[in-house]
Nanobody, 123 residues
Framework: QVQLVESGGDSVQAGGSLRLSCTAS??????IGWFRQAPGKEREGVAT????????FYAASVKGRFTISQDNAKTTVYLQMNSLKPEDTAMYYC??????????????????WGQGTQVTVSS
């Protein structure tokens, strides 16, 4: 059974920073990423990273502000979020896929989901 455990969500003011962490229990996952869902909106891809080579992909709305990375053991994935905006407010989900489709940032490609961690950015 694959488990994805997130941490790091919090409330911050606009312009601030947060770092989310996701620890994966399995090594068979091809890529891990972060998705988010704001109230009344569809879930959307934020960033993904291939575990084998660290290739990363970002949504246009976060490119240049967010950075996804993984530790050397490839068991934990981080999302460093800088210059946060109120529109970044959402539940953030760690997610994992098993196919070579990480660049699509599509929720429908995800095989496993974490429970989510709340990020709230106030103006």
């Amino acid at each position: 059974q694959v488990q994805l455990v997130e941490s790091g969500g919090d409330s911050v003011q606009a312009g601030g920073s947060l770092r989310l962490s996701c620890t994966a229990s399995a090594y068979s996952l091809r890529y891990i990423g972060w998705f988010r869902q704001a109230p009344g909106k569809e879930r959307e891809g934020v960033a993904t990273i291939y575990r084998s080579n660290g290739a990363a992909f970002y949504a246009a709305s976060v490119k240049g502000r967010f950075t996804i990375s993984q530790d050397n053991a490839k068991t934990t994935v981080y999302l460093q979020m800088n210059s946060l905006k109120p529109e970044d407010t959402a539940m953030y989900y760690c997610a994992a896929g098993v196919e070579l489709v990480a660049s699509r940032l599509q929720p429908k490609d995800i095989r496993y989901w974490g429970q989510g961690t709340q990020v709230t950015v106030s103006s």
